[in-house]
């Protein structure tokens, strides 16, 4: 068993499960979306794109690809929320949709990489 692949994969579908779990609730409401699984869902994006650089193939390059626009979604939606909480003084309604909508561009991405990751462990021959 290659353990950087294992760490590799565990990365991503982590990337994937915390964006999920962030962007499941009414998409307006500030009180469904946690911040701090926000702020891992971010981390762990941004840890996967580091694990991803390495890879030279063409898959590799598409698997880094998706995991940059993750990491842009990601964190413009991170701006967004820093700026209307700390400059506009609350999270209002319609801003809180734009940062859900933006991590769910992002949820897109990671479910593009883990589709491409199972495509290319389904390819592999032993």
Avoid: C
Wanted: no cysteine.
């Amino acid at each position: 068993m290659n353990t950087q692949r294992v760490w590799f994969a565990f990365f991503i579908v982590l990337a994937l499960t915390l964006n999920f779990g962030f962007f499941w609730g009414e998409i307006d409401n500030p009180d469904h979306h946690s911040p701090f699984e926000f702020f891992l869902a971010l981390v762990v994006s941004l840890v996967a794109t580091v694990l991803k650089i390495g890879d030279r193939s063409h898959i590799g390059a598409v698997l880094l690809a998706t995991s940059l626009v993750a990491d842009l979604q990601l964190i413009i939606a991170a701006l967004i929320w820093a700026y209307s909480s700390q400059v506009l003084g609350e999270v209002s309604p319609a801003m809180m949709a734009s940062i859900v909508s933006l991590a769910g561009g992002a949820m897109l991405a990671n479910v593009t990489s883990v589709i491409l990751l199972l495509s290319e462990t389904i390819q592999l021959k032993r």
